[in-house]
C-alpha cells in the first residue's frame, strides 16, 4: 500500500524517475528527491527495446544529453520526450521540426542521424547503468564517494568518454569506433567513386586516419613533434588513454 502511495504521488513508476516533480513534498522525500537529482549525474541508459529511453532529454550516450549538445535543434523539433522506439525504426529518424531548418541546424540534424545509426535494438527492457562502479550497479557508497569528491574517478565509462575533450569531439570518436562516419564507403549507395582522393584505395575511417599516404606522412611530422613512435592506431589509442598525450589538443 505504501508502495503504491508514493508511486502515484510522486510517479516513481514512470520510465524515467528523474523526471519527478518535488512540488507539495514532505522533507524526507525533498532529500530523497535531491539524492536522485545527485545521482543523475552518474546513471546512463543502456538501450534494449528503446520503450523506455527518451530520445532527446535522456542520457543514453556520451555523458549529457542530446538536447544539451544540440540545443538549437532541440527547440525546434516536434517530437519532445519521445521514446527511441518511436523515432527511430532501424533506419530512418522520424522527427519533424516547426520550422525550415538553416544551413548550421542542417549539419547539426545529419549528426545526429549519424549517432542514432549506433543504436542496435534487443528484446531487453532498457536499463540504468551506474557508471562510478565497475559491475554497473548503484551503492550508496559510490554515490557519497562523488558527492564528496566530485567524481574525480571514473571506473566504469567506455574509455571515449572518460577523455577530456569536447562532447562533439566524443561524439566523433564514437561513430569513428561504430564505422558510422560519412566516408565515401559508407555512403557508397550516393556516389561512384568510393576511393580515397589521394590514393586508389576504399576510403574507410581507418584509412582516412591511419593508412593513407597523406596521414602517414602527418603522423610522421606528430611523432616527430611529440618526440614518441607513432605507428597505428593501437598506439594512438595506447598514449591517449594514458593521460599523457594529446590530451591538451
Same mark, same amino acid.
Given at each position: #500500500?505504501?508502495?503504491?502511495?508514493?508511486?502515484? +504521488?510522486?510517479?516513481?513508476? &514512470?520510465? %524515467?524517475?528523474f523526471? @519527478? *516533480?518535488?512540488r507539495g513534498?514532505?522533507?524526507f522525500?525533498?532529500?530523497?528527491?535531491?539524492?536522485?537529482?545527485?545521482?543523475?549525474?552518474?546513471f #546512463?541508459w543502456?538501450?534494449?527495446n528503446?520503450? +523506455?529511453v527518451k530520445f532527446? &532529454?535522456? %542520457?543514453?550516450?556520451? @555523458? *549529457?544529453?542530446?538536447?544539451?549538445?544540440?540545443?538549437?535543434?532541440?527547440?525546434?523539433?516536434?517530437?519532445k520526450s519521445?521514446?527511441?522506439?518511436?523515432v527511430?525504426?532501424?533506419?530512418t529518424?522520424?522527427?519533424?521540426?516547426?520550422?525550415?531548418?538553416?544551413?548550421?541546424?542542417w549539419?547539426?540534424?545529419?549528426?545526429?542521424v549519424?549517432?542514432?545509426?549506433?543504436?542496435?535494438?534487443?528484446?531487453?527492457?532498457?536499463?540504468?547503468?551506474?557508471c562510478?562502479?565497475?559491475?554497473?550497479?548503484?551503492?550508496?557508497?559510490s554515490l557519497y564517494?562523488i558527492?564528496?569528491?566530485?567524481?574525480?574517478?571514473s571506473?566504469?565509462?567506455?574509455?571515449?568518454?572518460?577523455?577530456?575533450?569536447?562532447?562533439?569531439?566524443?561524439?566523433?570518436?564514437w561513430?569513428?569506433?561504430?564505422?558510422?562516419?560519412?566516408?565515401?564507403?559508407?555512403i557508397?549507395?550516393?556516389?561512384d567513386?568510393?576511393?580515397c582522393?589521394?590514393?586508389?584505395?576504399n576510403?574507410?575511417?581507418h584509412?582516412?586516419?591511419?593508412?593513407?599516404?597523406?596521414?602517414?606522412?602527418?603522423?610522421?611530422?606528430?611523432?616527430?613533434?611529440?618526440?614518441?613512435?607513432?605507428?597505428?592506431?593501437?598506439?594512438?589509442?595506447?598514449?591517449?588513454?594514458?593521460?599523457?598525450?594529446f590530451?591538451s589538443?
Amino acid at each position: #500500500m505504501w508502495r503504491q502511495l508514493l508511486d502515484f +504521488k510522486y510517479s516513481t513508476s &514512470e520510465p %524515467n524517475i528523474f523526471h @519527478t *516533480s518535488n512540488r507539495g513534498a514532505s522533507n524526507f522525500v525533498k532529500g530523497v528527491m535531491w539524492a536522485a537529482s545527485a545521482a543523475k549525474m552518474g546513471f #546512463m541508459w543502456k538501450i534494449g527495446n528503446g520503450q +523506455k529511453v527518451k530520445f532527446w &532529454e535522456d %542520457n543514453w550516450l556520451g @555523458t *549529457s544529453s542530446l538536447a544539451i549538445q544540440f540545443w538549437k535543434l532541440y527547440e525546434i523539433v516536434n517530437e519532445k520526450s519521445h521514446t527511441v522506439s518511436e523515432v527511430w525504426d532501424g533506419t530512418t529518424l522520424k522527427c519533424s521540426f516547426r520550422r525550415t531548418v538553416s544551413e548550421q541546424r542542417w549539419n547539426d540534424w545529419l549528426e545526429v542521424v549519424q549517432l542514432a545509426s549506433t543504436i542496435t535494438f534487443s528484446f531487453e527492457e532498457d536499463a540504468l547503468i551506474w557508471c562510478f562502479a565497475s559491475n554497473g550497479t548503484y551503492s550508496s557508497q559510490s554515490l557519497y564517494r562523488i558527492i564528496n569528491f566530485r567524481g574525480i574517478i571514473s571506473m566504469h565509462v567506455w574509455a571515449v568518454w572518460s577523455l577530456k575533450i569536447s562532447p562533439r569531439v566524443h561524439f566523433f570518436l564514437w561513430l569513428s569506433a561504430k564505422n558510422k562516419l560519412l566516408t565515401n564507403l559508407n555512403i557508397r549507395k550516393k556516389l561512384d567513386d568510393v576511393n580515397c582522393l589521394f590514393c586508389s584505395k576504399n576510403e574507410t575511417a581507418h584509412h582516412l586516419f591511419f593508412d593513407c599516404v597523406v596521414l602517414r606522412q602527418i603522423w610522421s611530422m606528430i611523432s616527430e613533434c611529440l618526440g614518441v613512435n607513432i605507428d597505428d592506431n593501437t598506439s594512438v589509442a595506447a598514449m591517449w588513454l594514458s593521460n599523457k598525450y594529446f590530451l591538451s589538443s
